[in-house]
């Protein structure tokens, strides 16, 4: 769990503090840094990513204006917010942190070098007036500069170098001037800077790699600058070098650990994209590839179980033995409990998802728990250079998601009818909340008839959007969470009308403990007596509905259970249940089965229960049947 904000600013003070000097006394610091903690942890907790590296470079901007650039600043600045949290964000944040302190401290460093240039100059200039004055301004500046100063003549013989150059580049005490720099390391300088003279540039900035000793090498940033006498003749080049060997590493650290799954150390899913991009890439016209989605069943019971230490550490097992029966697949942890494998060719799937079902299959021991998972797996196969990497994640990710609906350890092969089917559903499904506020739902209302007589006793509202029936839209409605929405509108509009009504509830509905006092506001509102309400709570509700059932039942409601198709289960449930009747599912086809549901009718008439069939027959099957009412 993140630690408090304030205890993180306290002890981000006392790093700050203990790495260098700044005036700020630690009251007024420990303030300043509270705030900035509470706003990383604001834009930490958004979808913003603008919002949040913005904070995060104002921060690194901030440390290097308040002086804060000491060895071990920066560095204890990401230790401490890294206890922010986790997660790929923070990541993302924390490396726009270190991009601000590093641009900041490249700005401060220019800035540097712009005055040292200047004062060079100056000096240069003022040697014409004051020699004496000019040779020991220089001096001072040239000697406590933090920088590393090189003066070379027009030869590129080096004339004169601070102690900070020497020391930066490894040499004790006050080496001999054209010693310090290695030969190669001088060459490349020289050539850089003769290129001053036919330039018009005075100057050029840019970032090289130096040698330090003979087995050492350093980042510095280098501004080369040509100093020209009073006429205006070219006279000296000038160096000016700052050691950033130290941020460039921290640089490359956060870039690896940005495309980087850190709990597993596989590349993550934007790192696997860009690798999936240069399979492609590189595939011939009748080049296959072959992509597994995986999701890696019972994590989640493992966490609540034995805790997220044992599910991460679950998680790091996979990915490993991954790594183990497929060699040569590129293989990335795409989030949570989910990785994916890239195999070129197109090998037996079945045998492939066989060899990484069998590899799972034995234990793991964690803290003498043996644990052992198993995966489901989407696989889809690609061929030549124009695959659109997005779409075959995409395609093996529903893939998988179509086979999980067989339960647990199964496997799929991408269907591209199927999958046609299955976007055009979804495309539907996730357009139904902007129906539903353009009024595209509405609600028909078919009339409930008593079998005996023909007479209409009531009304059951049904949902329709467009071409589709009551049971697709409540199906749609519960698979997006809509279906509490929808069914409390369709109660309010059914109990407007002011006669006997039925309306079916969806499963959430029915187990929704907030459901007496829905009814008993919306009867109130509507001044339609209980008794004129039929409500059919869903039987796949059940039993964790069951207390819904009674307290409706004592309100003076006559209470139902639809999608009734018998069954031990459902029988207790009419059983132990003040119903007033029940709503029967689809009849089966089967012989048997039809005999089995005639047989099931008397025992509920023995129990006081009304008989609704819903859906359509013909008439003397239901007579057959022995029901009740009908929907017409």
């Known amino acids: 769990m993140p630690e408090q904000p304030s205890n993180i600013a306290r002890r981000w003070a006392t790093v700050l503090i ?222 000016v070098i700052e050691d950033v060997t130290d941020q460039r590493m921290l640089r490359d650290v956060l870039r690896r650990q940005a495309s980087t799954d850190m709990l597993t150390g596989l590349p993550n899913r934007q790192s696997f994209v860009n690798r999936l991009e240069e399979v492609i890439a590189r595939a011939g016209p009748t080049d296959t590839m072959t992509l597994g989605y995986l999701d890696v069943d019972s994590v989640t019971i493992v966490n609540d179980g034995l805790g997220y230490a044992a599910g991460d550490a679950v998680l790091r097992e996979v990915a490993r033995r991954l790594g183990r029966v497929l060699p040569e697949a590129v293989i ?104 539903f506020e353009n009024g595209d739902i509405r609600i028909e209302y078919r ?43 369709m109660l309010q509009e059914a109990c407007s009308l002011g006669e006997p009504v039925l309306v079916r509830l969806s499963p959430d509905q029915s187990r929704d403990p907030d459901l007496a006092a829905i009814v008993r506001r919306t009867l109130r509102n509507s001044a339609l007596g209980p008794l004129s309400l039929l409500l059919a709570l869903d039987v796949r509700g059940m039993p964790d509905g069951e207390e819904n059932l009674e307290v409706l039942h004592d309100m003076g409601v006559r209470v139902l259970l639809h999608e009734f198709g018998g069954g031990f289960a459902g029988l207790s449930y009419v059983d132990r249940n003040p119903l007033w009747g029940v709503r029967l599912s689809a009849p089966p086809s089967e012989r048997l089965a039809r005999q089995g549901l005639a047989g099931l009718v008397p025992l509920l008439h023995a129990a006081g229960i009304q008989v609704i069939a819903g859906h359509p027959a013909d008439p003397d099957e239901h007579r057959a049947l022995g029901v009740d009412l009908v929907v017409r």
């Open 332 to 435: 990335a942890r795409i989030g949570g409990d989910e990785f994916v494998v890239l195999v070129e060719g197109a090998p037996d799937v079945s045998a492939l998802a066989e060899l990484i079902d069998d590899e799972l299959a034995e234990p793991v021991f964690i803290d003498g728990h043996g644990v052992a998972v198993s995966t489901s797996i989407g696989f889809v196969h690609g061929t030549g250079p124009e695959i659109d990497p997005v779409a075959l994640l995409r395609r093996a990710h529903s893939t998988l998601r179509r086979a999980e609906k067989g339960g647990k350890r199964q496997w799929g092969i991408f269907d591209p009818v199927q999958d046609l089917a299955d976007r055009t559903t979804s495309a539907r499904i996730a357009s139904m909340p902007g129906a």
């Open 447 to 489: 009339p409930i008839v008593r079998l005996s007589d023909g007479a209409v006793v009531a009304r059951e509202a049904q949902l329709r959007w467009a071409d589709l029936g009551h049971d697709e839209c409540a199906r749609y409605a519960e698979t997006l969470g809509l279906a509490s929405r929808i069914g409390r509108w």
């Open 18 to 239: 203990e790495s260098a000097y700044s005036p700020i006394f630690r009251g007024r610091l420990t303030h300043i840094l509270d705030e900035h903690v509470a706003r990383l942890s604001r834009a930490l907790g958004t979808e913003n990513d603008t919002e949040g590296d913005s904070a995060a470079d104002a921060v690194g901007e901030w440390l290097v204006a308040s002086r804060f650039t000491g060895p071990d600043s920066l560095k204890g600045t990401i230790e401490t917010l890294g206890e922010l949290g986790r997660g790929q964000r923070l990541m993302t944040m924390l490396g726009s942190l270190s991009a601000g302190y590093v641009r900041a401290t490249r700005d401060q460093l220019f800035h540097q070098q712009e005055k040292v240039k200047n004062s060079l100059l100056k000096a240069v200039e003022d040697a014409q007036r004051s020699l004496l004055e000019s040779e020991a301004r220089f001096a001072r500046v040239f000697a406590s500069s933090g920088a590393g100063i090189a003066i070379m003549d027009l030869d590129g013989e080096v004339v004169e170098v601070n102690p900070a150059l020497a020391a930066m580049l490894g040499h004790s005490g006050e080496p001999q001037p054209k010693l310090v720099f290695a030969d190669a390391d001088l060459a490349v300088l020289f050539n850089d800077c003769r290129r001053l003279l036919f330039s018009d540039d005075e100057s050029v900035r840019q970032e090289r790699e130096l040698s330090r000793g003979p087995e050492d090498r350093l980042w510095a940033n280098v501004v080369l600058s040509l100093l020209r006498d009073g006429e205006g003749e070219p006279r000296y080049y000038i160096a």
